[in-house]
């Protein structure tokens, strides 16, 4: 009997998502008609490839997609006050934190300053949209009265 509203959580292990959605794109390109003969085929086919090249895409997968979910973690960096014991800690350090922090905020004001742009120019393009509506509409009114 399964619980429709489980609290249950699995863990996918790291690279499976990919070597599965590898093997789907695939299934969805060739549009097999027997799917597990075409999936054991696809992994025997990527083992070979694996065993010959010393290449695992789905090793080399787990690691982009570890760098792409974590690169905040590659950004940001620990407080300089953790990382230095009291003796150390020297003006040039907190020169450095807030020469981190000023380069944070215009990061902030050139994301929202961008954000603005696009806000902008999407505004100008439906106002655009709307005056071709207009004008279509005033360009009928104008033929059928002429009729």
Known sequence: MSIPFSNTHYRIPQ?????????????LREQPDNIPA????????LLEKR???NFDPAEWATKVDDRFYNNHAFKE???LEKCEPEKE???TSMEEVTALNESSEKDKDMEENAAIKIQAA????LAREKVKKMKSSDLQEKTE???
Do not use: D, M
């Open 77 to 79: 960096q620990e407080p």
């Open 51 to 53: 065993e010959k090249t």
């Open 122 to 125: 999407f505004r100008g393009h």
């Open 38 to 45: 075409f999936a054991a085929a696809y992994f025997e086919n």
């Open 89 to 91: 800690k020297s003006q």
């Open 15 to 27: 690279g499976f998502g990919n070597l599965l959605e590898g093997l789907t794109r695939e299934i």
């Open 145 to 147: 009265e002429n009729e």
